[in-house]
């Protein structure tokens, strides 16, 4: 076997006020001057203005970040010229496009989630669109990551419950890779067990969490962080991402397509999964159920899209990287995905 790297965040600090301690971080990671903050236009109000205020002796430089495209990481790099390090403080978007502006300029990185809505917050992964078309590239990981409970749990539930969906959906994400393991891709038992554990905290917390409970958000939040690290581990989306992301993305592209927006990614993976658990004929109705525990949708309704969207999606999601997943194994055909659709309940409303 060849030699394997694995890099993970030095600090991971969670728990209230865990923003407190940016300074702190940055000294331990000898950034020592004007670290680039990047903030969402809400997320500045919520914690960008304390991480900065926190960091002032720094002489902190910051920049509001609009979407998560390649056409933004190329402003931002040419309006900050000179910076020490890139502080994200945000949700997806701005911590996508802070891991990406310091990994073109080799800088730090470090990650501060506003919301607990997806897995990507300590992965070295970034997911940004070039020219409509949404692409996972590797970026920075981060050198550490603040995810502050106070914040966190104030977040809008429906980010939360996508939150959920992403970690619930490593469920398939695990079978998928272990049938590319069969064609000699690698495979890490240890990255595999990561993501199902993650899988697992979060389905049995699902009480605490549709309650807001702090035990049930720093639960969420540490298997978050887990679902996180079984990526770097990997090397790749692998153990976090299979077919049902693939659906994701194709959903996405087809939406776009049609000019109509998409749901949150957690929601889309979690839809997906239950379709994908049901081919690769796992338990889907026990994913079906803990989504629905938490409150994620469960079908193309409570998604906000058409029918037409998913079966469409279903066919193209084989196509939308070179990953070897049950779609590939066992293509679908139109019929089919028909069939998938109204027998796993997602098109219940048709
Ligand atoms: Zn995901």
Redesign the pocket.
Known sequence: MDPHTIELPRIIITGKGAIQKTLEVCKKLNITRNPLVLVGENTRKIAGDKVIENISSLSPNDETVRNSSEEEVKRILSEQEDFGAVIGVGGGVVIDVGKMVAFRRGKPFISVPTAPS???VASERASLTNKGMKVSLRAEPPAALLADISILMNAPYRLIASGCA?II?NITSVEDWKLGKEYGEYYSEYAANLARISADIVIRSADMIRKREERGIRNLVEAIVTSSISMSTARSSRP??GAE?AFSHAMETILAERGLPHPL??EQ?GVGSIMMAYHQGGDWKAIRDSLKSVGAPTTAKELGVDISVIVEALLRAKDVRDRYTILNKKPLSKDEARELVLKTGVGEDI
Request: net charge negative; glycine share 18%; proline share 0%.
């Open positions: 997806h897995d990507g992403d959906s976090a991402s992301h990614h957690g993976v």
